[in-house]
């Protein structure tokens, strides 16, 4: 069996608890990715367009500096990606941590927490941040309230797919 990871960011907690709750599920590693500015609930506000978020995600090439870079993406096969859907896409700091670290080889599989847009062009946008033979899948939009075992059923169906 493959070595997994579950890599996420959080900047309310919604995404950390599915997480944590994803990487129970799998028997696999879990990782943070923290920005070295946290964003402040005013940073979050998505109506405002002239806050930090809204800014990050009208400009394609902005890239959040993270924390800690210190995971060995080497030693996993598949990684789990979280996120919360921001305009339609992953906030760009997941640009970053891909940009971090050499994917090659890897599957990687996204989940995301919304509360009503879809991935939009997600895969499309973090494409170009890791290598032409990195497989990056559309997993499951979620809401935040999943238990394990809707968790594993999902982790099943994947069996299947990938």
Same mark, same amino acid.
């Given at each position: 069996?493959?070595?997994?990871? +579950?890599?996420?960011?959080?900047?309310?907690? +919604?995404?950390? $608890?599915?997480?944590?709750?994803?990487?129970?599920?799998?028997?696999?590693?879990?990782?943070?990715?923290?920005?070295?500015?946290?964003?402040?609930?005013?940073?979050?506000?998505?109506?405002?367009?002239?806050? $930090?978020?809204?800014?990050?995600? @009208?400009?394609?090439?902005?890239?959040? @500096?993270?924390?800690?870079?210190? +995971?060995?993406?080497?030693?996993?096969?598949?990684?789990?990606?979280?996120?919360?859907?921001?305009?339609?896409?992953?906030?760009?700091?997941?640009?970053?941590?891909?940009?971090?670290?050499?994917?090659?080889?890897?599957?990687?599989?996204?989940?995301?927490?919304? =509360?009503?847009?879809?991935? =939009?062009?997600?895969?499309?946008?973090?494409?170009?941040? +890791?290598?032409?033979?990195?497989?990056?899948?559309?997993?499951?939009?979620?809401? =935040?309230?999943?238990?394990?075992?809707?968790?594993?059923?999902?982790?099943?169906?994947?069996?299947?797919?990938?």
């Amino acid at each position: 069996m493959s070595k997994k990871l +579950v890599a996420y960011f959080s900047a309310s907690g +919604v995404t950390a $608890r599915i997480a944590n709750t994803l990487a129970n599920a799998l028997a696999a590693d879990l990782y943070e990715i923290k920005p070295e500015i946290p964003y402040t609930q005013a940073d979050l506000n998505w109506l405002d367009k002239t806050s $930090r978020t809204s800014v990050e995600m @009208a400009d394609k090439a902005s890239r959040p @500096a993270i924390t800690d870079k210190n +995971v060995d993406i080497e030693n996993y096969d598949t990684i789990f990606i979280g996120f919360q859907i921001w305009w339609y896409v992953a906030p760009t700091i997941i640009n970053t941590f891909l940009e971090s670290h050499d994917f090659s080889g890897k599957t990687i599989i996204l989940f995301a927490t919304s =509360g009503d847009s879809g991935f =939009g062009k997600t895969i499309e946008r973090l494409k170009g941040s +890791v290598a032409a033979d990195t497989i990056i899948k559309e997993g499951i939009l979620l809401n =935040g309230r999943e238990s394990k075992e809707a968790l594993s059923v999902w982790i099943e169906s994947l069996k299947e797919k990938y």
